[in-house]
T-cell receptor, first 117, second 113 residues
Framework: GAGVSQTPSNKVTEKGKYVELRCDPISGHTALYWYRQSLGQGPEFLIYFQGTGAADDSGLPNDRFFAVRPEGSVSTLKIQRTERGDSAVYLC???????????????FGPGTRLTVL | KQEVTQIPAALSVPEGENLVLNCSFTDSAIYNLQWFRQDPGKGLTSLLLIQSSQREQTSGRLNASLDKSSGRSTLYIAASQPGDSATYLCAAPSGGANSKLTFGKGITLSVRP
């Protein structure tokens, strides 16, 4: 079946603008995660959804970042008033469940490369 | 707070060598540990997930082991090939049922023909 998909693959914006990044998880996966990866670093956790609700948003860096998953499938990460420091690759992952067992294995999408000029 | 360390940052080996990639983590109260591969400019590909009840997990030429008591995991690659060249990341979940992952910085492997 289809894997996790993310759109757009690349996004270039100007400082201060608003951006939306979309994630389409694997069908049937109830858990969805957003991570951010800077050059030379491992991904860093941003937010985790179980179904429609944000179960853990402790990784969001500030209130300019917000994410939704209104129907428990597709998720959108929203960034307001973008700053140059927001430039990174934003990765989305999904898992069958949010539990940390075998069914919690996370599968990642190709990412969206965000560049803020 | 979970911290994951992978050393060295880069490794270059000739084709055909067997090699071991190391990963250490600070919070041993984990339910599983996952290894990923990342090619340049790409997303992460899941290689292996080891549950805490297992000591090893194998997939083809890859074998991953987990020792919770010492806070270590290793990824063994047998008979390395140039196509194995990539960055390998290990990731451990935070304590409890929540499986949000903490990643190491990765080991960039280059296999020379």
């Amino acid at each position: 079946g289809a894997g996790v998909s993310q759109t757009p693959s690349n996004k270039v914006t100007e400082k201060g603008k608003y951006v939306e990044l979309r994630c389409d998880p694997i069908s049937g996966h109830t858990a969805l995660y957003w991570y951010r990866q800077s050059l030379g670093q491992g991904p860093e956790f941003l937010i985790y959804f179980q179904g429609t609700g944000a179960a853990d948003d402790s990784g969001l860096p500030n209130d300019r970042f917000f994410a939704v998953r209104p129907e428990g499938s597709v998720s959108t990460l929203k960034i307001q008033r973008t700053e140059r420091g927001d430039s990174a690759v934003y990765l989305c992952a999904s898992s069958l469940t949010g539990l940390a067992g075998a069914r919690g294995a996370q599968y990642f999408g190709p990412g969206t490369r965000l560049t803020v000029l | 707070k979970q911290e994951v360390t992978q050393i060295p940052a880069a490794l270059s080996v000739p084709e055909g060598e067997n090699l071991v990639l190391n990963c250490s983590f600070t919070d041993s109260a984990i339910y599983n540990l996952q290894w990923f591969r990342q090619d340049p400019g790409k997303g992460l590909t899941s290689l292996l997930l080891i549950q805490s009840s297992q000591r090893e997990q194998t997939s083809g030429r890859l074998n991953a082991s987990l020792d919770k008591s010492s806070g270590r995991s290793t990824l063994y690659i047998a008979a390395s090939q140039p196509g194995d060249s990539a960055t390998y990341l290990c990731a451990a979940p935070s304590g409890g049922a929540n499986s949000k992952l903490t990643f190491g910085k990765g080991i960039t492997l280059s296999v020379r023909p």
